[in-house]
């Protein structure tokens, strides 16, 4: 039987008062429509249609390639007339699947059963019981506010008071037999308060052609909750963030405070992790067993191998080439790691060091103030404070390798290509433009001279 799923994501959004579309905004690093559409994916439909209308360019430009059907809603003149959009679309018989752009946190498996429920045949509701309802629409049940059979919905804006104190809501996901949604959406009027054509109004057309209404709970109000402003949004993404830390805490990952952790993305963590306050993780991030983060850290595409330690307001950007911390390794406080920093093992990185694109051996440091980039560095290396490789010539990128127990004096300028030989020491402040020969030192300054009997300017006297 097929299945075909629609997503409404025509809206405008006033109520977040941006020029962005609202299903582009982002909850965990992720649109609200990305959220979506991925948990959809699980579900394997035959087509999935997205309904685009407000900022219908942006939307479609993130989504270009991932296999989805985009239809314009214009203009949007409610619900009811956005699926009827997408009417043309979908196959004859079988189950239509109808998810709202803006309830991103919606669970697969809530989903699948919305589906299973419908069978083709019944036209399912996912509803939840809600503390405050307000704004939304009200399911109302013949006799039994509880038990009673489904009759409709009413939207908050057309019930009257007493239909407002009911709490069980429409949660804006339906299951709809295909052939019969078709027909009720041909149907639709828009006589209500909002002069919109209202999806909702299919509920009581079902119900007078007796075809059978189920409404499915949805597990918790979390998977449910809708963003309409920017107070909502940050209220979901602290509930998301809270599941998550709560996830770490119980697999053994010790959380300074879990009210204080962001992970947007995909964060995965080995046995005695310790992650102080104010961390973000973006992206995939591996961290291996005993690692320790300490506070104010942003770790973005990162693997981080046994016992090393990041300490704090260390970035990290490991982007698309990923970046990675070898096992003992130390970072930080305040170093920037970038896409292609690989560094071995128990290798040292201190403040105001940036490395990209660089591979370090085992045990090499760099501990104050200095710049790798394109670099090969050797085993036990000591790159000197305030030393720098001087990688690009303003049209190319060049390497700079450093053999194994390279020293490099403070305030260095490597000018790449160059190679240093194992063994090599560069003299403090010299700036270097070719191959340095293993073994031996290498200085490129001016020497000191003392100027015997000189004397300090005074002040001229008046
Ligand atoms: C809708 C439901 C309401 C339910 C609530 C759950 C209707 C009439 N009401 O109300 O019963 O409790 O969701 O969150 O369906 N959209 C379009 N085109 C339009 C209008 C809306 O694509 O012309 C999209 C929006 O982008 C959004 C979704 O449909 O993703 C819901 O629209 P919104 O206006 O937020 O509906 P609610 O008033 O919240
Ligand atoms: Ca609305």
Redesign the pocket.
């Known amino acids: 039987m097929a299945l075909d799923i629609v ?7 006033t109520r977040m008062k941006s020029a962005r ?3 582009m905004h982002r909850l965990a690093g992720r649109s ?1 429509l990305q959220h979506v559409v991925d948990t959809a994916a699980g579900l394997k439909a035959d087509r999935t249609v997205v ?4 900022g219908a360019d942006q939307a479609e430009a993130a989504f270009a390639g991932a296999g989805l059907a985009f239809v314009r ?1 214009e ?8 699926v009827q959009q997408a009417v043309p679309q979908l196959h004859d018989e079988g189950t239509t699947l109808i998810l ?4 991103p946190l919606i669970g697969a498996g809530t989903l699948a059963r919305l589906v299973q429920a419908c069978g083709g045949k019944s036209l399912a509701l996912l509803t939840v019981v809600l503390d405050d309802p307000t ?4 399911i109302i049940r013949s006799g039994d506010p509880v038990g009673g059979t489904v009759e409709g ?1 009413v ?2 804006k057309d019930a009257t008071p007493a239909q407002r104190h009911i709490q069980e ?5 339906m299951a709809a037999p295909t052939a019969h949604l078709k027909r009720w959406l041909a149907a639709l009027k828009n006589d209500n308060a ?1 002069k ?6 299919v509920v009581a057309m079902a119900v007078a052609d007796h075809v059978h209404v189920v409404a499915t709970h949805a597990n918790d109000e979390t998977e ?3 963003i ?1 402003s920017a107070a909502q949004l940050a209220e979901l993404e602290r509930r998301y963030q809270r599941r998550i830390a709560d996830a770490l805490m119980e697999a053994g990952v010790r959380l300074a405070d879990p009210d204080r952790i962001d992970v947007r993305g995909e964060l995965v963590c080995g046995q005695d992790v310790e992650i102080d306050v104010n961390c973000v993780f973006e992206g995939r991030v591996e961290l291996g067993d005993n690692v320790r983060i300490a506070s104010h850290c942003v770790i973005r595409n990162c693997r981080i191998e046994d016992n090393a330690l990041v300490r704090s307001f260390t970035h990290v950007d490991g982007e698309k080439s990923g970046a990675r911390i070898g096992r003992g390794a130390e970072v930080g406080p305040f170093a920037r790691l970038r896409p292609g920093a690989d560094l071995g093992e128990d290798v040292h990185i201190g403040n105001f060091v940036e490395v990209k694109n660089s591979t370090l051996a085992k045990g090499a440091k760099a501990n104050h103030l200095a710049y790798l980039g394109d670099a090969t560095v050797g085993e036990r290396v000591n790159y000197g404070a305030g030393s720098i490789t001087a990688n690009y010539d303003g049209a190319n990128k060049h390497r700079t390798v450093l053999g194994d127990d390279v020293h490099v004096g403070s305030n260095c300028v490597l000018v790449a290509p160059i190679t240093v030989g194992a063994g090599a020491t560069i003299g403090a402040g010299s700036t270097v433009s070719k191959d340095a020969p293993a073994g031996q030192l290498t200085v490129a300054r001016a020497k000191a001279q003392s100027l015997a009997g000189w004397t300090r300017p005074v002040k001229a006297k008046k």
């Open positions: 997503i409404m994501a025509a809206g405008k959004g579309p609202k299903v609200l309904i685009t209308g407000h809603q203009p949007q003149l409610g619900t009811g007339h956005a709202n752009g803006d309830v704004g939304y629409g009200r919905i939207e908050h809501i429409y949660t804006g996901v909002q919109e054509y209202y999806l909702t109004d449910v909750l809708g309409n």
